[in-house]
Nanobody
Framework: VQLQASGGGLVHPGGSLRLSCAVS????????MGWFRQAPGKEREWVAR???????QYTDSVKGRFTISRDNAKNTLYLRMDSLKPEDTAVYYC??????????WGKGTQVTVSS
């Protein structure tokens, strides 16, 4: 199983980005998937998750600004980020959890929010 995150970059405060996480080696429709982030000097934190039934959850700091979704046909997970703030600056990682609770992580993609 391999996960490849992309879509990061430099954006001004208030701007938007869409991150993608392309998955190979397994299908995502029946898996728990999520996005995490790690800012410099801080521990990795959970950002959003989507469960097999489609229910989504978000950490409080991104509610109403970020949207997690997936395209089963493309086997890809997304994170739409709107109204970005400097405190959203971090390396963003996607994670897939299989039924046996084994986790797979993608390499991160850098998001920098700065004027």
């Amino acid at each position: 199983v391999q996960l490849q995150a992309s879509g990061g970059g430099l954006v001004h405060p208030g701007g938007s980005l869409r991150l993608s996480c392309a998955v190979s080696g397994t299908t995502i429709g029946t898996k728990y998937m999520g996005w995490f982030r790690q800012a410099p000097g801080k521990e990795r934190e959970w950002v959003a998750r989507i469960v097999p039934g489609g229910t989504t959850q978000y950490t409080d700091s991104v509610k109403g600004r970020f949207t997690i979704s997936r395209d089963n046909a493309k086997n890809t997970l997304y994170l739409r980020m709107d109204s970005l703030k400097p405190e959203d600056t971090a390396v963003y990682y996607c994670k897939l959890t299989r039924a046996n609770s084994v986790d797979y992580w993608g390499k991160g993609t850098q998001v920098t929010v700065s004027s």
